[in-house]
């Protein structure tokens, strides 16, 4: 019989300066009716390159310092569709990306190699633009949210050109992220064994005989859910995609106190995924 194990390791993390090219990926997820989707898994990976989102309650998502290259953008919340489309992150720019998850099959989408000249991506349902400035807004035709979400679009942005309650939901969580305190270690209500009686060992990776240990860093509120996850590494996409599920679904941990006041947390978590033979 196939059996899962699991491990968890929790050591205190020395944040360190990063020199790769990075960008930035912010939005909001909705439903087919346009409404938030709250608590939904957003996901970026390339390679070795894998990190998540927990959209917040108005359905905003931020991903800060994404190294540069080409990733895959995944959606997910039990009970919609999901949502899985190929995006590209430049140097020093920062994208909009709203996400519909609706029935219907989803637009590949190619990010502006500028904030100045975007390009079209072949994929002619996407719509790829700059924002438009209020003063552009009064024009009769169509702005870029008034399509969502028929057409989805992923747009370059400057500071100056978001929309108040995304540029709230940015600063906010720089602030939690800059608050955040390095944890030596860290407790789950329930306890570890919560976990493991809601891991599932994914079934592609059971049958590919895929093993190892995954290993990720956590942004923890002071609310104790967890909201980013980085994995760190991983023998398998399928295998971080579980942990990414589990961590968002089934995960709550005791948030750590500073003089007597609940606090953001960072937190090192290792999952060892064992079949026996």
């Given amino acids: 019989m196939k059996t899962l194990m699991l491990v968890f390791a929790f050591s205190l993390l020395i944040q360190t300066t990063v020199c790769a090219a990075q960008g930035r990926l912010v939005g909001r997820v909705m439903d087919e009716n346009s409404n938030s989707v709250s608590a939904a ?80 991506s072949k994929s002619k349902p996407v719509v790829l633009k700059e924002r438009k400035t209020r003063a552009d807004s009064t ?26 309650a995304l540029q709230r939901v940015i600063d906010q969580a720089e602030a939690i992220e800059r608050r955040a305190k390095m944890s030596k270690k860290a407790e789950f209500v329930g306890g570890a064994e919560k976990i493991y009686e809601k891991l599932s060992y994914p079934e592609e990776a059971r049958v590919k005989r895929i093993e190892g240990i995954v290993t990720a860093k ?21 295998l971080s995609q579980e942990v990414f599920r589990v961590l968002n679904e089934d995960v709550q941990f005791i948030p750590v106190q500073e003089n007597g006041l609940a606090v953001s947390s960072v937190v090192k978590i290792g999952i060892q995924f064992k079949l026996d033979e």
Avoid at 100 to 109: I, K, Q, T
Avoid at 151 to 158: F, G, I, V
Avoid at 223 to 237: A, F, H, M, Q, T
Wanted: net charge negative; aromatic share 8%.
């Fill in 41 to 120: 898994i957003v996901s970026l990976q390339s390679g070795t390159k894998e990190f998540a989102s927990i959209s917040n309650p108005d359905g905003y998502y931020t991903f800060f310092g994404v190294p540069e290259g080409v990733y895959t953008v995944k959606a997910y919340k039990r009970g919609l569709p999901a949502f899985s489309a190929s995006i590209k992150i430049v140097v020093n720019l920062s994208y909009q990306l709203n996400i519909a998850l609706r029935s219907e099959s989803m637009p590949v989408l190619a990010a502006a190699d500028t904030p100045l000249r975007p390009k079209l």
């Fill in 139 to 164: 024009r009769d035709d169509k702005s870029a949210d008034d399509d969502f979400p028929q057409s989805l679009q992923l747009t370059t942005t400057k500071p100056d050109l978001l929309d108040e």
């Fill in 218 to 238: 956590l942004l923890v509120s002071d609310g104790g859910k967890v909201i980013k996850i980085e994995i760190l590494s991983s023998p398998s996409p399928y």
